[in-house]
């Protein structure tokens, strides 16, 4: 997949690149098709740094990856800005594209003797709704699920170089999936703050039959019936669900990626196509996605059991639904949907990625620890 410079350039905000002017001598046509290259030693080139787990193997001198007409710097903080960027796209296209599974799961799960099945609950809404009903909520989702990914992403790239740092070479590349676990899992603290409030305005609207049309006059009346911490009444039940979901979708993503280059692919990454590339990443985010799924649906739940009524307690849901059900109740359509967006999310992220002159995400080969003297 090429783009020209010149309509790379046009689309992407010049805030995401870098000003560092191309240093004297340096030959673009040397960069090899991973656009992963070691800069020679200059002036100019700061010291080595220390060793950091993901897109590993880069660990000599200081990283350039070029890009349109400029360079994006490994971990500058036009690297972050451009991990924010495609953290947006990928999660607030991908919850908004798949809205309506969205609104049949979040109904089976509050009234399963009304929405019995994946298929009746779709007829029960088109006929109830019609079918500009299956898009209820889409506002919310969008906004909530862009901040959400913004700062999912965005922080997991910041805390998996910061913790890999703290470990040193030898123990980042000895434990780097428990790094990819901590750095994820403190993404997810910041990112559910962020999605919190959306999501409570997001499922009132869509399970609760006249409540509101969408975001601008369900808000308000959020806002009056619970106040400002209605919004956050949920928050630690969505860290239930999320932060066991992104440890298991990073860790397990980054570990089948790193297995399908190492087993099924028999090119090493940096020779392997970037179209191939962006398929590793959307299979290794669907397999992780179903992972993910199964791990994260009880609070799944719980959170949509809360957020429907006012006074709801987390005993009333396992009174309720009992537990069992608290596991169960509209799993398969969960897999079927956080597979999917998994997929999805990683294929646009790494897709993104690619679009600006980084390279994708996971694969790659520690740098071996230096030899001890």
């Not at 010049?14 to 000003?19: A, E, G, I, T």
């Amino acid at each position: 997949m090429a783009f020209s410079d010149e309509f790379r350039q046009s689309l992407i905000p010049s805030f995401l690149y870098s000003s560092t002017k191309p240093l004297s001598g340096f030959d673009k046509s040397s960069m090899n098709a991973n656009h992963n290259h070691v800069m020679p030693r200059s002036p100019f080139v700061s010291p080595p740094s220390k060793y950091s787990a993901g897109d590993a193997g880069i660990g000599s001198g200081r990283i350039l990856i070029p890009a349109p007409k400029e360079k994006i710097e490994m971990y500058s903080p036009a690297f972050y800005g451009a991990c924010t960027m495609g953290g947006i796209l990928s999660c607030g296209l991908t919850h908004t594209g798949v809205t309506p599974l969205d609104l049949v799961k979040c109904n089976m799960q509050i009234d399963p003797a009304k929405y019995k099945s994946i298929s009746s609950g779709f007829g029960v809404l088109l006929r109830e709704q019609g079918a500009k009903g299956l898009y209820k909520g889409w506002v919310p989702t969008l906004l909530g699920y862009s901040a959400q990914g913004a700062c999912k992403f965005g922080f997991y790239e910041f805390f998996k170089k910061y913790y890999s740092d703290l470990a040193g070479p030898e123990y980042a590349s000895k434990y780097k999936t428990l790094i990819y676990l901590v750095g994820s899992a403190s993404a997810e603290v910041i990112a559910d703050v962020a999605l919190c409030p959306m999501e409570a305005v997001k499922v009132r609207v869509q399970t609760q039959p006249g409540f509101a049309r969408g975001l601008s006059d369900g808000l308000p009346k959020f806002l009056q019936a619970e106040g400002f911490g209605g919004l956050y009444k949920g928050v630690v039940p969505l860290w239930g669900r999320q932060i066991p979901y992104t440890m298991m979708k990073f860790a397990s993503f980054e570990t089948i990626v790193e297995l399908l280059y190492k087993h099924a692919i028999p090119t090493p990454k940096d020779k392997c196509s970037k179209t191939l590339q962006l398929g590793v990443s959307f299979a290794g985010g669907y397999i992780a996605g179903v992972f993910c799924a199964v791990v994260s649906h009880p609070a799944d739940n719980l959170v949509s059991f809360l957020n429907n009524a006012k006074g709801a307690t987390v005993g009333n849901a396992v009174k309720k639904m009992g537990l069992w059900g608290l596991f169960t109740r509209g799993l398969p359509l969960r897999i079927v949907m956080i597979g999917t967006l998994t997929g999805a999310q990683w294929g646009i992220y790494d897709a993104f990625k690619v679009f600006v002159g980084l390279p994708t995400t996971g694969g790659g080969a520690p740098t071996p620890a230096p030899a001890k003297k």
